[in-house]
């Protein structure tokens, strides 16, 4: 069982930048998928961006690509997001997950295989 924390999530100006945190209490088991996924106000919840096992493959998807950057730590069971150039369009509710289903080499940009979220954590940039 992965209990997940995120944190860092404020309110920033377009062009700023924000660092979220996710928090693993318990295992962060280092073959696990960890990706962050984020749901703006009255749209669907998805996907941003990925790393795997190992934290040497991120994924991201194409329009925070070159602005944010995914990390891990298995040693203190820690996944950060870093978000640069903040847009308005990125505000939304991020939310990290695992995925204890696969190999955890190539990770899954859809949320069915993701069993562990944490609460969420409010982005918001102003223009």
């Known amino acids: 069982q992965v209990h997940l924390v995120e944190s860092g999530g404020v309110s920033v100006q377009t062009g700023g930048s924000l660092r979220l945190s996710c928090a693993a209490q318990?295992?962060?088991?280092?073959?696990?998928?960890i990706s962050w996924f984020r749901q703006a106000l009255g749209k669907e919840r998805e996907w941003v961006a990925s790393?795997?096992?190992?934290?040497?493959?991120?994924y991201y998807r194409h329009s925070v690509k070159g602005r944010f950057t995914i990390a891990r730590d298995n040693g203190k069971n820690a996944v950060d997001l870093q978000m640069d150039s903040l847009k308005p369009e990125d505000s939304a509710v991020y939310y990290c997950?695992?995925?204890?289903?696969?190999?955890?080499?190539?990770?899954?940009?859809?949320?069915?295989?993701?069993?562990?979220w944490g609460q969420g954590t409010q982005v918001t940039v102003s223009s």
């Open positions: 997950a695992a995925d204890p289903s696969g190999s955890g080499v190539v990770c899954s940009e859809s949320e069915r295989w993701y069993e562990y």
């Open positions: 318990g295992d962060l088991s280092s073959r696990y998928c």
């Open positions: 790393i795997d096992r190992d934290g040497q493959r991120p």
